[in-house]
């Protein structure tokens, strides 16, 4: 705090980021692990299911389809219903669904529910980003959404170690290790949901939780953050989604998922491979070396982005990264090697992220922004069926999947060139990575 924040400032940022940020990651690691375990899963599953790689690969990629479809719709019922219900249903009937995929007994009955649970889960991570611009001032914005999208290789952190422990050390009820550990991974989103109804407030004049003052404080300063935005275009719907800069960024985010969750959701059979000597539990140990790396990259990148005000080259420079460690881990065998390629491309992969949210915010203005994030996420996440999916095809042409890394470090390299040739203009460069989210 400078020595000229006022009381009622230092009171009402503390209350709120205390309030929410927690909170918001919190869901997003029950998220997150809800749509990956399905890697881990795989170690059992597909020999239990009889899923060749292609298979798997489908039912890993099928998500984002159902994902894509509705994530706009959803995004219209955020608005119409507010955060509080519409996050709230989000979370029972993801939960619901992810449970119910413990007992798929055919591939087929896998699709579908993979496909519901993407359909479910449509609209949460634009939505919560929409939430947090409701509360946080611009200046405070970049920070808040990089800590609060750091909660994905959190969840991957988290998730490796007690996901492959549940499989190796729970069963019973005619129940195996991979569909008790879907089971109990899947109850939390139920809980939460029914929790958020109550513990949410959809905007600061709600807040009983603040002073009265703070509530007016807040709500002052946040319009003065919406009236000092005159510089960028706004559109309408269709002219946003349509945007010749937004198709531009939704191509180079979907190439860029390709890579992104290509590797995230077969991790865990590409480390089953480097040593076949690995029980599961200790492969999802391993697996917690490359995202906490990628977790402190990310977070430090963007701190680098904030302070030197520059996005679109701390955008591109990452994808870079990654491209090279992917294409060099298809090259070795040496397992400690492999793993030190494979932590640096996350570290790539993660440090993209937060700089590349703010470059829609460099030429819209922030209503029409929060569009054009619903459309790149959208169309850009079908890069989640095809990369993992690609990989699957490929490992099962080779028998192996470092083909498949270097397809994916090829789309990775594309996505670099995209980026740093794109041409982001019509305003100032230092934008906050939230308040493109606006």
């Known amino acids: 705090m400078s020595a000229t924040t006022s009381p009622v400032e230092q009171s009402t940022t503390r209350k709120v980021f205390w309030r929410i940020v927690p909170y918001c990651f919190g869901l997003y690691v029950i998220s997150y692990l809800d749509r990956a375990n399905i890697g881990y899963a795989a170690l059992q599953m597909n020999k239990e299911l009889a899923l060749t790689s292609e298979a798997f690969g489908f039912a890993a990629g099928i998500f984002f389809i159902g994902y894509f479809l509705f994530e706009v719709p959803s995004n219209v019922a955020l608005n119409k219903f507010g955060p509080r219900i519409w996050i709230s249903r989000i979370l029972v009937t993801w939960g619901v669904i992810a449970t119910a995929t413990a007992f798929v007994q055919t591939a087929p009955q896998l699709y579908a529910l993979r496909f519901l649970l993407g359909v479910a889960e449509a609209g949460f991570f634009p939505g919560i980003i929409i939430y947090l611009t409701y509360w ?25 170690p007690l996901s492959t422990f549940v499989m190796d050390h729970v069963s019973g009820l005619g129940l195996t290790g991979w569909r008790w550990m879907l089971l109990l991974e899947g109850l939390p989103a139920v809980l939460a949901g029914v929790f958020n109804y109550y513990f949410m407030t959809d905007r600061p004049e709600q807040a009983k939780w603040l002073e009265s003052e703070e509530r007016a404080w807040l709500a002052g300063e946040l319009e003065k953050d919406h009236a000092a935005r005159q510089d960028v275009k706004h559109l309408g719907i269709v002219a946003a989604i349509t945007n010749p800069k937004v198709l531009f960024l939704s191509v180079i985010y979907f190439i860029y998922q390709l890579g992104n969750l290509g590797i995230g959701l ?107 994030i619903a459309a790149i996420n959208s169309i850009g996440n079908l890069g989640g069926f095809v990369g993992p999916y690609g990989i699957g095809y490929i490992k099962e042409m080779t028998g192996s999947a470092y083909g498949g890394l270097l397809f994916l470090s090829g789309m990775l390299f594309l996505s670099f060139v995209m980026t740093w040739f794109a041409r982001m203009t019509n305003a100032p460069s230092k934008t906050s990575a939230a308040e493109a989210h606006a």
Do not use: C
């Open 136 to 160: 946080f001032r611009a200046k405070e914005q970049a920070t808040t959404v990089a800590l609060f999208t750091a909660a994905i290789p959190v969840s991957y952190l988290l998730g490796a």
């Open 266 to 372: 077969w991790m865990p059979q590409i480390i089953k491979g480097l040593s076949s000597k690995l029980s599961n539990f200790e492969v999802g140990l391993v697996a917690m070396v490359p995202y906490a790396l990628a977790t402190v990259a990310m977070v430090l990148w963007s701190k680098n982005s904030d302070r030197t005000g520059e996005r679109q080259k701390h955008s591109a420079f990452p994808l870079l990264l990654g491209a090279l460690a992917l294409a060099a881990t298809g090259l070795v065998t040496e397992p400690i090697v492999a793993m030190t390629l494979i932590s640096l491309a996350l570290a790539g992969i993660y440090a993209f992220k937060s700089p590349f949210w703010s470059l829609p915010g460099l030429f819209l203005s922030r209503s029409t922004a929060a569009i054009s």
